[in-house]
């Protein structure tokens, strides 16, 4: 089991490129969430689908985030254009059915650097 | 609006310790509660999950439980070893019917096993 696949694992650019993150779930699971991390705010859930549907997007800042989820083994989470506040890790996790009772299992994240 | 504490921050004990890490949540009306390890540049790993209707949930040297009622959840680990240093999180899922796949994280005890 290769587990959560997230890329890159660094990103640094400037204030105002696009950023766009990637995930790879583990083969079988069909419920995909995306979490940003930092210091302030802890861990928050941003995004999560469900058989490749977004399910509830209640977490997404603002208009400038937007994540797909074209088929069950990829998903992307885009910034653009991207601000210094979004600098914070950004992980991917899946679980498989009835995901409310099964772990969820992460990825081991992207470092955002947003200069 | 359901809200995860954790307590303390952080803590140092001597290997070979038993020790105890407190979670607590201010809604009752949670359908489970999960405890995950994070390690220094890494992703979460899910160590426990209890089922609302579970007390408790062992595995290996680790022991979580569950009161509801209180809105309360321990991590007891015995017999504590250096490489049981990372940062403990827990994590609810709100609500009665689990729709929402959504975990409510805290923000973590910081544990250090002294050698």
């Known amino acids: 089991d290769a587990g959560v696949i997230q890329s890159p694992r660094h990103e640094v650019t400037e204030m105002g490129q696009e950023v766009t993150l990637r995930c790879k779930p583990i083969s079988g699971h069909n419920s995909l969430f995306w979490y940003r991390q930092t210091m302030m705010r802890g861990l928050e859930l941003l995004i999560y689908f469900n058989n490749n549907v977004p399910i509830d997007d209640s977490g997404m800042p603002e208009d400038r985030f937007s994540a797909k989820m074209p088929n069950a083994s990829f998903s992307t989470l885009k910034i653009q254009p991207s601000e210094p506040r979004d600098s914070a890790v950004y992980f991917c996790?899946?679980?498989?059915?009835?995901?409310?009772?099964?772990?969820?299992?992460f990825g081991d994240g992207t470092r955002l650097s947003i200069l | 609006k359901q809200e995860v504490t954790q307590i303390p921050a952080a803590l140092s004990v001597p290997e070979g310790e038993n020790l105890v890490l407190n979670c607590s949540f201010t809604d009752s009306a949670i359908y489970n509660l999960q405890w995950f390890r994070q390690d220094p540049g890494k992703g979460l790993t899910s160590l426990l999950l209890?089922?609302?209707?579970?007390r408790e949930q062992t595995s290996g040297r680790l022991n979580a439980s569950l009161d509801k009622s209180s809105g309360r959840s321990t991590l007891y680990i015995a017999a504590s070893q250096p490489g049981d240093s990372a940062t403990y999180l827990c994590a609810v899922i709100p609500g009665y019917g689990g729709a929402t796949n959504k975990l409510i994280f805290g923000t973590g005890t910081l544990l250090a096993v002294q050698p």
């Open positions: 996790a899946s679980s498989g059915w009835d995901s409310n009772n099964q772990p969820q299992h």
């Open positions: 209890i089922q609302s209707s579970q």
